[in-house]
T-cell receptor, first 110, second 114 residues
């Protein structure tokens, strides 16, 4: 069974702090996606990483794909209340099957 | 509309009743997924459609669950004889190319079975 372990499961921090969320697997992925889901909404794609070692930045969010394409991290700098949500990672194997992490519930307190 | 549309957004039903959930994907998207999401949890794969190919039904939890899609259009997920454990949000997603892993989700249908 292929797994994508996401940690931490829950994180509650103060506005302005930094945080990192991790996704780890023993499988090699052709690409990995990060999604954010807000209450009552469906997940929204934030980024896709494809190349080992790739780093992508989206304003205060930095996404990194591991060199071996088995793991990824999401770093948020100076977190804001608007960053609150459920963060999901998903790994693709060049077919339609996606392996989903269980999600990280992030709460940013003002 | 421009996005994936799901209906109903909320459905409350009694145990034993049948329910039908509808998904209208983004026009031109050949791939369509159904997922189930229990409260506070991640996504559970249910079924995948790709064009006119045979669907992957490997995620359907029991024979009470079925889904249809005609071509690249609307899909319906039907749950027969609903049970309380079926209570969840049912999410539909479409993609122009499933191989990329880039999915566009609807807002979901929240099902509550009393």
């Amino acid at each position: 069974t292929q797994l994508l372990e996401q940690s931490p499961q829950f994180l509650s921090i103060q506005e302005g702090e930094n945080l990192t969320v991790y996704c780890n697997s023993s499988s090699v992925f052709s690409s990995l996606q990060w999604y954010r889901q807000e209450p009552g909404e469906g997940p929204v794609l934030l980024v896709t990483v494809v190349t080992g070692g790739e780093v992508k930045k989206l304003k205060r969010l930095t996404f990194q794909f591991g060199d071996a394409r088995k793991d990824s991290s999401l770093h948020i700098t100076a977190a804001q209340p608007g960053d609150t949500g459920l963060y999901l990672c998903a790994g693709a194997h060049s077919n339609y099957q996606l392996i989903w992490g269980a999600g990280t519930k992030l709460i940013i307190k003002p | 509309g421009a996005g994936v549309s799901q209906s109903p957004s909320n459905k409350v039903t009694e145990k034993g009743k049948d329910v039908e959930l509808r998904c209208d994907p983004i026009s031109g998207h050949t791939a369509l997924y159904w997922y189930r999401q229990r409260l506070g949890q991640g996504l559970e794969f249910l079924i995948y459609f790709q064009g006119n190919s045979a669907p992957d039904k490997s995620g359907l939890p029991s024979d009470r669950f079925s889904a249809e899609r005609t071509g690249e259009s609307v899909s319906t997920l039907t749950i027969q004889r609903t049970q309380q454990e079926d209570s969840a949000v049912y999410l539909c997603a479409s993609s122009p190319n499933a191989w990329t892993g880039e999915l566009f989700f609807g807002e979901g249908s929240r099902l509550t079975v009393l």
